[in-house]
């Protein structure tokens, strides 16, 4: 079965870095877009980040644009989100998600219901 697995959370000072992983596995991780998202208590979980299949493309949250990168390694079946120059408002808890349909090249991307798996999630907090 799919399994998605969330690592490199933690307490960081702002204006500092943290890279994730999302370590999968159950499915041939290079045939599937990949995606964060992130939800902090009392809002929807939002769209933070995604990546296509081919890892030919990148999609952004505006928030993040500039700030953060995702990246994949197909050899090693994971999926990074590389965060610089965070924000206290990036505190979150970050989730790893991927989609059911193959080589998806549609333009929901940025959509929640996009995707039909995810991790547990990994708490990320940008403090002082």
């Known amino acids: 079965q799919v399994q998605l697995v969330e690592s490199g959370g933690g307490l960081v000072q702002p204006g500092t870095s943290l890279r994730l992983s999302c370590a999968a596995s159950?499915?041939?991780?290079?045939?599937?877009?990949m995606a964060w998202f992130r939800q902090d208590p009392g809002n929807e979980r939002e769209f933070v980040a995604a990546?296509?299949?081919?890892?030919?493309?990148?999609y952004y949250a505006d928030s993040v644009k500039g700030r953060f990168t995702i990246s994949r390694d197909n050899a090693k079946n994971t999926v990074y989100l590389q965060m610089n120059s965070l924000k206290p408002e990036d505190t979150a808890v970050y989730y790893c998600?991927?989609?059911?349909?193959?080589?998806?090249?549609?333009?929901?991307?940025?959509?929640?219901?996009?995707?039909?798996?995810w991790g547990q999630g990994t708490q990320v907090t940008v403090s002082s």
């Open positions: 998600a991927t989609t059911s349909r193959p080589y998806y090249g549609g333009s929901s991307y940025y959509t929640r219901t996009t995707y039909d798996y």
């Open positions: 990546i296509k299949w081919s890892g030919g493309s990148t």
């Open positions: 159950g499915f041939t991780f290079s045939s599937y877009a």
